[in-house]
Nanobody, 123 residues
Framework: QVQLVESGGGLVQAGASLRLSCAAS????????MGWFRQAPGKEREFVAA????????YYADSVKGRFTVSRDNAKNTVYLQMNSLKPEDAAVYYC????????????????WGQGTQVTVSS
């Protein structure tokens, strides 16, 4: 089992930036993809971005493409989400997750989840 811990959330003004971190640890690490998800009050949890551990390929939801950047540091077992030009609609609890599936968009493949970190964007 892999343990994931997110950090970096906070309260920012619209147009500002935040950098989220997700540190992975555990006896065994078997994730193929590391993804970022978010959930706002009253809404379903949605896919935000993901990156493959081996090749570093990145994937983004249309709503964040061009504003968010996902990256990784394999030596530190850490994944990052750089969020720029934040909008009030980006406010949510952000989760990182590890997928054991070979398909980045196969949501049930994400077996490891962090506790979440709150991102609040004010106008």
């Amino acid at each position: 089992q892999v343990q994931l811990v997110e950090s970096g959330g906070g309260l920012v003004q619209a147009g500002a930036s935040l950098r989220l971190s997700c540190a992975a640890s555990g006896r065994t690490f078997s994730a193929s993809f590391m993804g970022w998800f978010r959930q706002a009050p009253g809404k379903e949890r949605e896919f935000v971005a993901a990156i493959s551990w081996s090749g570093g390929s990145t994937y983004y939801a249309d709503s964040v493409k061009g504003r968010f950047t996902v990256s990784r540091d394999n030596a530190k077992n850490t994944v990052y989400l750089q969020m720029n030009s934040l909008k009030p609609e980006d406010a949510a609890v952000y989760y990182c997750a590890g997928s054991i599936s070979g398909s980045v968009y196969f949501i049930p493949g994400y077996r490891y989840w962090g506790q979440g970190t709150q991102v609040t964007v004010s106008s």
